[in-house]
């Protein structure tokens, strides 16, 4: 049995294919049934035990905005952000009480009078940061995909691409889009060139792995196993590949491993954060190259959050002698904040996106799948960093 599969020891393996995880508890909702937080708790695991399912009925369109949409959930991302979420520890805050899950797959049940771009039976999936889910800036902030039903604007949802499943295209999204934000519009790649990616095992890590090997980009990839990297390496679909990596785990050194394989590396993707780890990033970052960062998942605490009060104090630091002394770029890539200021740099994304779909460039990696009923197993691997790529949830 896999390491993965022994992750939860009284939980049944079910087969699946094309390598993904499922657990089945053998639990089941008898009733359409969220996933709802009502409270925030002081850090994720103690969040992940207090949320709740509660019973629910089929959304009525008459009582919803004009160009709403009631989808029945088919699949659902579960996110590392969704974790941080329910803690108070991410920028964004939704009103209480919401329902987690930021992007998700599903069919067409309802539309309001507005709505003329959908029928009911239209098998869609919803992914908008800007307008629909618990990430959102809207009156939708409060409908996520941990249910089964949710409600969303017209404008967030999309038709399923042919060669994508209703699991693959809820994860999409979200990591690729914060991929290509980083890394094409901040960073600026070129093909030839070579990134670093840190938290490449990571949704949006693996992303940006597939992103860059897309656009002609050679990684080097890191992350917390040997195994996890091995699955990394194979996510190339595209002509730039894996050509190094580093274990954090293990005992070799960043500097070391990135100098084995290249002089110097054009641009870094950082989700990991660290002052360690952005001091060796630098060391191994050419002159003049561009620090992208995404996130900081190895001090998830760092700064507070907007609910439980922001502590500058403790927030991440980069060395600003090496920043000099290297002529490096240090870039803030937040995707929704941006996106949100200038929804205008959606669309060029999107059609990227959409071409690299298409072409069998990028395709999301699915490591873990839970059954609705299992939300809460299906956070603490995803925050236990038991996950490669992305995790969804079966809601059907």
């Not at 909702?29 to 996933?35: A, E, H, K, N, P």
């Not at 930021?102 to 771009?117: F, I, L, P, Q, R």
């Not at 060395?319 to 890539?333: E, H, R, S, W």
Request: glycine content about 10%.
């Amino acid at each position: 049995m896999s390491v993965s599969a022994k992750m939860i020891k009284s939980y049944k393996l079910v087969p699946r294919s094309l390598g993904t995880v499922a657990f089945s508890s053998g639990r089941c909702l008898s009733t359409d049934s969220r996933l709802v937080v009502r409270t925030l708790a002081p850090d994720p695991v103690t969040a992940i035990e207090n949320v709740n399912f509660e019973s629910m009925t089929k959304p009525d369109i008459l009582t919803l905005p004009k160009e709403a949409v009631v989808v029945k959930v088919s699949h659902c991302a579960v996110h590392w952000v969704d974790c941080l979420m329910m803690a108070g520890q991410y920028q964004q805050a939704p009103p209480l009480p919401y329902t987690p899950g930021m992007e998700y797959s599903g069919t067409v049940v309802d539309v309001a009078g507005d709505c003329k771009d959908f029928s009911i039976g239209d098998p869609v999936y919803v992914a908008d940061m800007i307008n629909a889910g618990p990430r959102s800036y809207g009156q939708y902030q409060h409908y996520g995909g941990f249910a089964t039903y949710t409600v969303a604007p017209q404008i967030a949802i999309r038709k399923i691409p042919d060669n994508l499943s209703f699991a693959e295209v809820a994860t999409l999204n979200g990591a690729y889009e914060t991929a290509y934000h980083a890394l094409i519009h901040c960073g600026k790649i070129q093909p030839g060139e070579v990134a670093l990616i840190h938290g490449a095992t990571g949704a949006t890590g693996l992303a940006a792995v597939q992103i860059c090997s897309a656009m002609g980009v050679n990684v080097i990839a890191t992350g917390g196993s040997d195994h996890k990297l091995d699955v990394v390496e194979k996510q190339c679909l595209g002509e730039g590949k894996v050509i190094g990596r580093h274990n954090y785990n293990s005992d070799s050194s960043l500097v070391k491993d990135v100098k084995g394989v290249v002089k110097a590396v054009d641009v870094v993707y950082d989700t990991v954060g660290g002052l360690e780890l952005g001091k060796n990033s630098l060391k191994v970052l050419k002159f003049g190259g561009r620090y992208c960062i995404v996130g900081w998942t190895s001090t998830p605490f760092a700064g507070g959050g907007r609910g439980v009060g922001a502590n500058h104090a403790t927030a991440n630091v980069l060395p600003t002698n090496l920043i000099m002394m290297k002529g490096a770029q240090v870039i803030g890539c937040p995707v929704a904040i941006h996106t949100n200021l200038d929804p205008s740099i959606r669309k060029p994304r999107m059609e990227t996106i959409d071409r690299l779909v298409k072409d069998g460039l990028i395709k999301p990696h699915i490591s873990h799948e839970f059954k609705l009923s299992d939300a809460k197993e299906a956070l603490l691997a995803k925050w236990n960093r038991k996950v490669i790529g992305g995790c969804v949830l079966d809601c059907n």
